[in-house]
Protein backbone atom coordinates (compact mmCIF):
# COMPACT_ATOMS: atom_id res chain seq x y z
CA UNK A 1 0.00 0.00 0.00
CA UNK A 2 1.45 3.80 -0.63
CA UNK A 3 0.15 6.38 0.22
CA UNK A 4 1.01 10.26 -1.44
CA UNK A 5 0.09 13.31 -0.42
CA UNK A 6 0.50 16.55 -2.86
CA UNK A 7 1.58 19.91 -1.73
CA UNK A 8 3.07 23.36 -3.22
CA UNK A 9 -0.11 24.16 -5.18
CA UNK A 10 -1.31 27.50 -4.91
CA UNK A 11 -2.10 31.06 -6.90
CA UNK A 12 0.65 32.94 -8.28
CA UNK A 13 0.79 34.87 -11.58
CA UNK A 14 1.87 34.00 -14.95
CA UNK A 15 5.42 34.25 -15.14
CA UNK A 16 5.95 32.80 -11.90
CA UNK A 17 6.90 29.85 -10.64
CA UNK A 18 6.01 26.55 -8.47
CA UNK A 19 7.27 23.95 -6.98
CA UNK A 20 5.01 20.66 -6.13
CA UNK A 21 6.20 18.02 -3.97
CA UNK A 22 4.62 14.68 -3.53
CA UNK A 23 5.24 12.84 -0.15
CA UNK A 24 4.86 9.17 -0.76
CA UNK A 25 4.86 6.56 2.48
CA UNK A 26 5.57 2.87 1.97
CA UNK A 27 8.78 0.62 2.16
CA UNK A 28 8.60 0.06 -1.89
CA UNK A 29 8.88 4.17 -2.98
CA UNK A 30 11.96 3.52 -4.59
CA UNK A 31 11.03 0.48 -6.50
CA UNK A 32 7.66 2.82 -8.47
CA UNK A 33 7.80 5.24 -10.36
CA UNK A 34 5.99 8.50 -9.73
CA UNK A 35 3.70 10.27 -12.57
CA UNK A 36 2.61 13.64 -12.58
CA UNK A 37 -0.95 14.62 -14.11
CA UNK A 38 -3.05 17.39 -13.93
CA UNK A 39 -6.84 17.69 -14.92
CA UNK A 40 -7.82 21.82 -15.82
CA UNK A 41 -11.96 22.46 -15.45
CA UNK A 42 -13.76 20.46 -18.10
CA UNK A 43 -10.65 18.64 -19.42
CA UNK A 44 -9.42 15.08 -18.52
CA UNK A 45 -6.43 14.39 -16.71
CA UNK A 46 -3.36 14.62 -18.65
CA UNK A 47 0.09 13.88 -18.31
CA UNK A 48 2.79 15.96 -16.85
CA UNK A 49 6.25 13.97 -16.34
CA UNK A 50 7.08 10.85 -15.36
CA UNK A 51 10.77 9.73 -13.13
CA UNK A 52 11.58 6.18 -12.68
CA UNK A 53 12.06 4.33 -9.30
CA UNK A 54 15.68 4.96 -9.47
CA UNK A 55 15.11 8.58 -11.10
CA UNK A 56 17.55 7.84 -13.55
CA UNK A 57 15.04 8.39 -16.51
CA UNK A 58 12.39 11.25 -16.34
CA UNK A 59 9.71 11.85 -19.11
CA UNK A 60 7.70 14.97 -19.87
CA UNK A 61 4.75 16.08 -21.60
CA UNK A 62 6.06 17.30 -25.11
CA UNK A 63 3.96 20.63 -24.40
CA UNK A 64 5.79 21.32 -21.15
CA UNK A 65 9.19 20.31 -22.01
CA UNK A 66 11.48 23.21 -20.97
CA UNK A 67 9.27 24.72 -18.25
CA UNK A 68 9.25 21.30 -15.88
CA UNK A 69 11.81 19.51 -13.87
CA UNK A 70 10.96 16.08 -12.45
CA UNK A 71 13.23 14.57 -9.62
CA UNK A 72 13.05 12.62 -6.60
CA UNK A 73 15.00 11.90 -3.35
CA UNK A 74 14.24 8.12 -2.46
CA UNK A 75 16.19 8.93 0.78
CA UNK A 76 12.70 11.40 1.72
CA UNK A 77 10.41 9.44 -0.19
CA UNK A 78 9.85 12.72 -2.05
CA UNK A 79 8.95 13.55 -5.72
CA UNK A 80 9.36 17.44 -6.83
CA UNK A 81 7.36 18.85 -9.53
CA UNK A 82 9.12 22.20 -10.39
CA UNK A 83 7.30 24.24 -12.82
CA UNK A 84 8.53 28.13 -14.35
CA UNK A 85 7.16 30.76 -16.54
CA UNK A 86 3.45 29.31 -15.98
CA UNK A 87 0.75 30.39 -18.21
CA UNK A 88 -2.85 30.76 -17.34
CA UNK A 89 -3.41 27.53 -19.18
CA UNK A 90 -1.20 25.52 -16.66
CA UNK A 91 -4.26 26.08 -14.08
CA UNK A 92 -5.24 22.53 -13.34
CA UNK A 93 -5.09 20.08 -9.98
CA UNK A 94 -1.96 18.22 -10.29
CA UNK A 95 -1.68 14.65 -9.08
CA UNK A 96 0.68 12.91 -8.02
CA UNK A 97 0.82 8.43 -8.80
CA UNK A 98 2.92 5.54 -8.34
CA UNK A 99 2.84 2.83 -10.12
CA UNK A 100 3.85 -0.85 -9.43
CA UNK A 101 6.80 -1.90 -8.15
CA UNK A 102 8.32 -3.04 -11.27
CA UNK A 103 9.70 -1.05 -13.81
CA UNK A 104 8.02 -0.42 -17.79
CA UNK A 105 10.28 -1.72 -20.48
CA UNK A 106 7.83 0.90 -22.98
CA UNK A 107 8.73 4.09 -22.15
CA UNK A 108 5.41 5.03 -23.22
CA UNK A 109 3.87 3.17 -20.40
CA UNK A 110 4.69 6.11 -17.88
CA UNK A 111 2.65 8.36 -19.51
CA UNK A 112 -0.32 6.96 -19.24
CA UNK A 113 -2.78 6.62 -16.43
CA UNK A 114 -3.66 3.25 -16.50
CA UNK A 115 -0.02 2.29 -15.47
CA UNK A 116 -0.51 4.13 -11.90
CA UNK A 117 -1.66 2.35 -9.14
CA UNK A 118 -2.08 4.80 -6.45
CA UNK A 119 -2.91 8.24 -6.76
CA UNK A 120 -3.24 11.38 -4.24
CA UNK A 121 -5.90 13.72 -3.84
CA UNK A 122 -3.96 16.57 -5.91
CA UNK A 123 -3.07 20.02 -5.30
CA UNK A 124 -4.50 23.11 -6.87
CA UNK A 125 -2.69 25.24 -9.11
CA UNK A 126 -4.40 28.37 -10.36
CA UNK A 127 -2.29 30.83 -12.17
CA UNK A 128 -3.63 34.37 -12.61
CA UNK A 129 -3.18 36.44 -15.92
Known amino acids: QVQLVESGGGLVQAGGSLRLSCAAS????????IGWFRQAPGKERAFVAA????????YYADSLKGRITISRDNSKNTVLLEMSSLKPDDTAVYYC??????????????????????WGQGTQVTVSS
Open 51 to 58: VTGSGSRT
Open 26 to 33: GRTFRDRA
Open 97 to 118: AAGPAASYSVASLYSAETSYVY
